[in-house]
């Protein structure tokens, strides 16, 4: 069960269908929660970019915790514990799991361009927070194109390798309670990314990446406007703008101690400072911290396999 910090109260009209939005809601959580903070595995030829056979599908379970805030900015805390089932799949075009899911429109050793999702956690504002008395902030989903580039590839003479990739991505964003979806805008984002696998007795990966995020006026209103009706003598009338929202590095470790069970942990390091929107009376914060740490257990796994880049 998923816990996230500040749970709205019951708006569906039934006990059944509230159950429903709860379900459907955690599922989606726990694959935004995967997607930010497992890092993907990686395995290198010494001289070219090679092909892993993996299963077609897997199955398992999985638990974690995320320590964050709600948005870049903010200083109020957003925590959410999760365990759940998990489900991997591969295909030729369309891959779930593995950090992340999406549809694969060209795929070659050094390029990919494919459709992948993510997202940001539902929050509600603390009483005392300089959101308090505003509507809470809904679950965001995000979807869009994502261009991967790989730039270095490399396994040295202990076993170990070192990949270096950059990526651009697009994403349209939707806003949803699961009792409605609105659009809420577009987000730009581009980063690098330092993978290295099999580090200490071939058990342990370590990622390093930094982005650097925009958004449009649509996406930054969510966040940022204060509309007249919530204004406060603490808190005066803004409207947002398009434009620069936050640069982010992420150090990230995963250890695999059996081919079945992996444990992973990161934090990710956020600076807003010289935000489109750092002159909203709902930015607090030039910087914030976020840490995640998780487990999973893969109980199944299909005899069919697949070859697949190992970006995968």
């Known amino acids: 069960m998923l816990k996230s910090h500040g749970n709205r109260s019951a708006s569906a009209t039934t006990a059944l269908l509230r159950a429903h939005q709860i379900a459907t809601r955690t599922a989606l959580q726990t694959i935004l929660l995967i997607t930010l903070v497992a890092p993907t595995q990686v395995l290198a030829n010494t001289d070219k970019f090679s092909l892993e056979s993996k299963p077609v599908w897997e199955a398992g379970l999985g638990a974690g915790y995320f320590n964050g805030t709600d948005y870049p900015g903010s200083k109020d805390p957003n925590i959410a514990q999760f365990g759940l089932p998990f489900f991997i799949y591969r295909s030729k075009i369309f891959r779930i799991g593995d950090g992340g899911a999406g549809a694969v429109a060209f795929e070659e050793p050094r390029l990919k361009i494919d459709v992948s999702f993510g997202g940001s956690l539902n929050a509600e504002p603390e009483t005392d927070s300089v959101r308090s008395g505003m509507p809470d902030l809904d679950l965001l989903f995000e979807i869009g194109p994502r261009l991967q580039y790989k ?28 009792s409605f979806v609105r659009a809420q805008g577009f987000v730009f984002g581009a980063g690098t990314e330092l993978r290295q696998r099999r580090v200490i007795a071939h058990v342990i990966d370590l990622l390093i990446s ?103």
Do not use: C, H
Not at 154 to 177: C, H, M, P, Y
Not at 247 to 273: H, Q, Y
């Open 151 to 178: 730039l270095f590839k490399q396994t040295w003479s202990n076993g170990s390798s070192t990949e270096v990739s950059i990526e651009s991505k697009l994403r349209a964003v939707f806003e949803t309670d699961f």
């Open 210 to 312: 930094a982005d650097i995020t925009f958004a449009d006026k649509r996406y930054n209103n969510n966040l940022y406007s204060v509309p007249a009706e919530f204004v406060t003598a603490n808190r005066a009338e803004y409207s947002a703008k398009a434009g620069y929202v936050d640069t982010s590095v992420f150090l990230g470790m995963a250890l695999r101690p059996t081919p079945d069970w992996r444990i992973f942990t990161g934090v990710s390091f956020g600076n807003f400072a010289g935000a489109a929107n750092r002159d909203s009376p709902l930015f607090e914060t030039t910087s914030s911290a976020q840490f995640a740490i998780g487990l999973v257990w893969t109980a199944l796994k299909s005899k069919r396999r697949i070859d697949v880049y190992t970006s995968e």
